[in-house]
């Protein structure tokens, strides 16, 4: 059974910081990783997109992977009050047919 | 704007009763994937569409069924509601069946489903 863990939060920034939000999986077969960003009531929103070990940056969003360590990472620079959201990590299932979504991490960005 | 509609967006059901939702895409997005968002949890597969065909399925019942339509519109069926079964349902649409290469997925509103 795949699985993919996140710390639940809340995750708590200043304005003007970096959240640093961390994701790890269980199936080393995973190929496909995904980030998306949550408002309360609403649907998910992608965010970033990562394939290959390294970082990957849009704007003042970098995802991170580490894929010996099963390890993805998004940091969000500069964050902003409207930040505050909760962010989903996802990966691929077996099949590629279907995304495993972890519970997500809640981020609080107080002005 | 992600062009994916979903209705009706609330529903208050009673529990052994049954449901349909909807969902209505982009034309050109021939698959379509149903994702149940308990409360405080991610989103969980339950099962895909292409083509009007079963395409894949998540660790769901068989009293969850879904059908796909020509013209890019698709429902889910939940017979037998249990209290369990209220959640968020999302229809996620996309124009191929992979999301292990470069697939984007277009997620309408959603649905939230009350079970009393």
């Known amino acids: 059974q795949k699985e993919v863990e996140q710390n639940s939060g809340p995750l708590s920034v200043p304005e003007g910081a970096i959240a640093s939000l961390n994701c790890t999986y269980s199936d080393r077969g995973s190929q496909s990783f995904f980030w998306y960003r949550q408002y309360s009531g609403k649907s998910p929103e992608l965010i970033m997109s990562i394939y290959s070990n390294g970082d990957k940056e849009d704007g003042r969003f970098t995802a991170q992977l580490n894929k010996a360590s099963q390890y993805v990472s998004l940091l969000i620079r500069d964050s902003q009050p409207s930040d505050s959201a909760t962010y989903l990590c996802?990966?691929?299932?077996?099949?590629?047919?279907?995304?495993?979504f972890g519970k997500g991490t809640t981020l609080s960005v107080s002005s | 704007e992600t062009g994916v509609t979903q209705s009706p967006t609330h529903l208050i059901k009673t529990r052994g009763q049954q449901v349909t939702l909807r969902c209505s895409s982009q034309?050109?997005?021939?698959?379509v994937s149903w994702y149940q968002q308990a409360l405080g949890q991610g989103p969980q597969f339950i099962f895909q569409?292409?083509?009007?065909?079963?395409?894949g399925r998540g660790n769901f019942p068989p009293r969850f069924s879904g059908l796909q339509f020509p013209n890019y519109s698709s429902e889910l069926n939940v017979n037998a509601l249990e209290l369990d079964d209220s959640a968020l349902y999302l229809c996620?649409?996309?124009?191929?069946?992979?999301?292990?290469?470069?697939?984007?997925?277009?997620f309408g509103s959603g649905t939230q489903l009350s079970v009393l």
């Open positions: 034309s050109g997005h021939n698959t």
């Open positions: 569409y292409y083509r009007e065909e079963e395409n």
């Open positions: 996620a649409t996309s124009l191929g069946t992979g999301v292990a290469t470069n697939e984007k997925l277009f």
């Open positions: 996802a990966v691929n299932d077996e099949a590629g047919t279907a995304l495993i």
